[in-house]
């Protein structure tokens, strides 16, 4: 028999899409949802009491309706403040986002790692313990920017990310004590892979950056491992789900497309 339950993925945008595409890449027969909380967006400039009460909420509400067989959090400040929290209220194997230290540590010669991330993320306990475990001989220096969430949207609409713009985003990391040293950038928040390409192009100097994409992917393989997938599910089955739709959100069919979500639904 074959399963049809999908596996779900939420954010508060867009920003999920760099960790679905490496999970269709490897599971190119599962049905895919993916969920973008509009209504809540962004997460970045919300408090931690409203994160840890909104998602776990909504993620009940999906669950019921969708019946997932797995939840990937795609988004690094709903991970570090409600995941715990989803994880305790659902039963449903949860997988969540966590800024890719680990990696830039491994990779990182000159010792000193930028992380750039949404201000909730960069600033919450749970990075420093990751710091602390995972890159305790390294500098971790850290810059949080609700400005780089919104380019990132926008580049899925078609508007271009300006130079000018990312170097001052990049600033708040490189001109920090110690920054001209960064050779390895996290990006901690999951729309930023989205415009890598742009900001390795306006770093002042060559730098490596890593994601948590990849490895989320290799983990939701994993957990599914074994498991059966409908016969007729592809790439191109996807739907994607949006919490208040608009025209901006509408104007994002083009895009959503490319990564094989072509239903469009409101929760």
Excluded at 128 to 150: M, P, Q
Excluded at 152 to 160: C, D, F, N, R, T
Excluded at 212 to 230: D, F, H, K, M, N
Aim: with cysteine.
């Amino acid at each position: 028999m074959t399963d049809s339950r999908p596996i779900l993925f939420f954010d508060s945008g867009m920003g999920g899409l760099s960790v679905l595409a490496p999970t269709a890449a490897l599971l190119p027969h599962a049905p895919l949802v993916y969920v973008a909380d509009s209504a809540g967006f962004p997460y970045g400039t919300r408090s931690e009491g409203e994160i840890a009460a909104r998602v776990p909420a909504l993620l009940g509400r999906l669950a019921e309706r969708y019946d997932p067989r797995l939840i990937v959090i795609a988004c690094n400040t709903a991970s570090t403040i409600a995941l715990q929290h989803v994880r305790a209220a659902l039963d449903v194997p949860i997988v969540g986002t966590v800024p890719a230290i680990k990696p830039a540590a491994l990779r990182s010669q000159t010792r000193v790692i930028g992380v750039l991330g949404t201000e909730a993320t960069v600033r919450q306990p749970y990075v420093d313990d990751l710091a602390a475990r995972f890159a305790g001989d390294c500098t971790v220096l850290r810059h949080g920017s609700a400005e780089l969430v919104e380019i990132a949207e926008a580049s899925l609409e078609g508007v271009p990310p300006l130079p000018e713009r990312m170097r001052a985003v990049l600033a708040g990391l490189f001109d920090q004590p110690g920054g001209a040293r960064i050779d390895v950038i996290v990006n901690a928040c999951t729309h930023f892979p989205l415009v890598e390409a742009e900001l390795a192009a306006a770093a002042p100097h060559p730098v490596r950056f890593v994601d948590g994409g990849p490895g989320i992917a290799r983990r939701v393989a994993y957990l599914t491992e074994g498991q059966s997938w409908p016969a007729s599910a592809s790439a191109l089955s996807g739907k994607v789900v949006f919490t208040a739709r608009s025209a901006r959100t509408d104007a994002l069919a083009p895009a959503l497309a490319r990564y094989g979500l072509v239903e469009i639904e409101s929760l």
